[in-house]
């Protein structure tokens, strides 16, 4: 069952402009959202993250947004840089549970 | 301090054969999830350990099976390995009541 989705396997944005991720979830008892950063021949690491209270969470270039109307989160890097290239997993998770992941995001920052 | 550590890194089986991956979770940490990620895909959640017992479990089949030591290091294990079990295997370590998980780098398993 695919309860987090990424529809866009790949995005490329040239350095300095703005970065924008998508993820679509389908489970309504998801109440924490992460999104994490991947680089090859290592494991995902932690990017920024957001609580279903919230509907906005920053963190320097790194802005979360959540609709959960829409059930709708998109991560936006201002400005991107050719070392934020990398993959991109969107990941949700519910009280106490596991983390359901998106297939992610390869995004390439072009200089 | 040292993150979540998986050995070993790499790992070639045979069809039919048994393995056993291992995990150290972050300091600090008392739950160990564990995924399988294949290629181009995002990790899959495996089960989730607490307390040395198997908390929660996602869609695999029985031969995979896990333990909890009291030291909270774990052990993922599959019997009658298929092809199609080649993947990325990551751990992951958090403290129950926290959201946020650390990953380990991972084993690569292939089978043959």
């Known amino acids: 069952d695919q309860q987090v989705k990424q529809n866009s396997p790949s995005l490329s944005v040239q350095e300095g402009r703005i970065s924008i991720l998508n993820c679509d979830y389908t489970?309504?008892?998801?109440?924490?959202f992460l999104w994490y950063k991947k680089y090859p021949a290592e494991g995902p690491t932690f990017l920024i993250s957001i609580s279903s209270i919230k509907d906005k969470n920053e963190d320097g270039r790194f802005t979360v947004f959540l609709n959960k109307s829409a059930k709708h989160l998109s991560l936006h890097i201002v400005p991107s840089q050719p070392g934020d290239s990398a993959v991109y997993f969107c990941?949700?998770?519910?009280?106490?549970?596991?983390?359901?992941f998106g297939a992610g995001t390869r995004l390439t920052v072009k200089p | 301090d040292a993150g979540v550590t998986q050995s070993p890194t790499h790992l070639i089986k045979t069809r039919g054969q048994q393995v056993t991956l291992r995990c150290s979770p972050k300091?600090?940490?008392?739950?160990v999830s564990w995924y399988q990620q294949a290629l181009g895909q995002g990790p899959q959640f495996i089960f989730q350990y607490y307390e040395e017992e198997e908390r929660q479990r996602g869609n695999f089949p029985d031969r995979f099976s896990g333990h909890q030591f009291p030291n909270y290091s774990s052990e993922l294990n599959v019997n009658a390995l298929l092809l199609g079990d080649s993947a990325l295997y990551l751990c992951?370590?958090?403290?129950?009541?926290?959201?946020?998980?650390?990953f380990g780098s991972g084993t690569r398993l292939t089978v043959v």
């Open positions: 992951a370590s958090t403290w129950t009541a926290d959201y946020g998980y650390t």
């Open positions: 489970n309504s008892m998801f109440d924490y």
């Open positions: 990941a949700a998770s519910a009280v106490l549970g596991d983390m359901r």
């Open positions: 300091s600090g940490h008392d739950t």
